[in-house]
Nanobody, 114 residues
Framework: QVQLVESGGGLVQPGGSLRLSCAAT????????MAWYRQAPGKQRELVAT???????NYIDSVKGRFSISRDNAKNSVYLQLDSLKPEDTAVYYC????????WGQGTQVTVSS
C-alpha cells in the first residue's frame, strides 16, 4: 500500500525559507515521476512542481526561481526547497506521483506571515 509522509512545514516570515521532505513507501519510487502539490484554504489542490525519474524538473510560473524540487532514490524521498516565501504560498503541501496520484498523506502546513 502506498504511504506518503510529508514533513518540514512551519510558520515563516515573508522572504524566509523552508525545506519540505516526503518519504514514500509501497510504490516503485525510482521509476515514478513525483510531484509536490499544495492546497490553500478555500482553493483546489494544485500541482506545484514535478521531477521525472531522470531528474528533470518543472514548476508552475508562480514559484519558478524560488522553489526547487529534488529526489533521492536511495531513500525513496522527494524534497522541496522553498525560498523567498510569500504570503500567497501559504497552504498544505503534499507529495504524490505525477501519474495515478492516490493515497494522499496528511501533508505539511506552510504558513507565511509576519
Amino acid at each position: 500500500q502506498v504511504q506518503l509522509v510529508e514533513s518540514g512545514g512551519g510558520l515563516v516570515q515573508p522572504g524566509g525559507s523552508l525545506r519540505l521532505s516526503c518519504a514514500a513507501t509501497g510504490l516503485p519510487f525510482s521509476i515514478s515521476a513525483m510531484a509536490w502539490y499544495r492546497q490553500a484554504p478555500g482553493k483546489q489542490r494544485e500541482l506545484v512542481a514535478t521531477i521525472s525519474r531522470a531528474g528533470s524538473t518543472n514548476y508552475i510560473d508562480s514559484v519558478k526561481g524560488r522553489f526547487s524540487i529534488s529526489r533521492d532514490n536511495a531513500k525513496n524521498s522527494v524534497y522541496l526547497q522553498l525560498d523567498s516565501l510569500k504570503p500567497e504560498d501559504t497552504a498544505v503541501y503534499y507529495c504524490n506521483r505525477v501519474f495515478g496520484a492516490s493515497n494522499w498523506g496528511q501533508g505539511t502546513q506552510v504558513t507565511v506571515s509576519s
